[in-house]
């Protein structure tokens, strides 16, 4: 691939993966957001963060995937801003609760995929299964961890006085439930792009061959 059509390729896939957060968040619909029940839910919003790093950062490093963590913060702001949902929600007005730790979920992400990726004959479908899976954890971490340095007195009154690991403990459901329907996802994903690449490069051999 030339490097005007890989920056372009790169250009398309950040486009598209900034468009499907704006899609998933969208209210009134929130597809983003599965029902488990009458007060509980979880999001699979920032998996096209995850979906930049696995894609495109090979191509373009850190950038692309930042840029992606970027828009998903940005649209969380200001969904909170237009159409706070619950009690937690206004506190993500402020950019250091909705915006860094998207951005900082990029970093994470990029860096277990730089990782796992120099273990010899590791296949990028379980690579993406370790790194969606632990990557969605450190997000609720990130998050939450966010709400306390920044909203310290208003998230405790939120949340009852609870503190931070109280806080954790409570999540931690839904946290592992996100992170498995994000390993789930982004293994399929990278499964099938991975077979597409390959079928591909099977094709072009064979025009090569006489």
Sequence with gaps: MSRIASRNRTIALTGALC???VILGMPPVHLGMI??????????????????VMLIAHVSGLV??????????IFSLMLAAISPTGALDPLFVNPGVSVLPRMMLAVVAWLLWKLINLIPHMPKPISAVI?????????????????????????????????YIAV???????????????A???AAVIGATNAASGKKSKLSQEKIEP
């Design 184 to 186: 789930i996802v982004c």
């Design 64 to 73: 692309s995937s930042v840029i992606v963590g970027a828009a998903f913060g």
């Design 168 to 182: 954790m403990a409570l999540l931690l459901p839904n946290a592992l439930l996100e992170a498995l329907a994000a």
């Design 35 to 52: 029902p488990l029940g009458p007060n509980a839910s979880i999001t699979i919003m920032h998996i096209p963060v995850l979906l930049a």
């Design 19 to 21: 468009a499907l957060v």
């Design 131 to 163: 790194v969606a899976f632990v990557s969605t954890l450190m997000h609720t971490c990130l998050v939450i961890g966010a709400l306390y340095v920044f909203t310290f007195s208003n998230v405790r009154d939120a949340m009852g006085g609870l503190g």
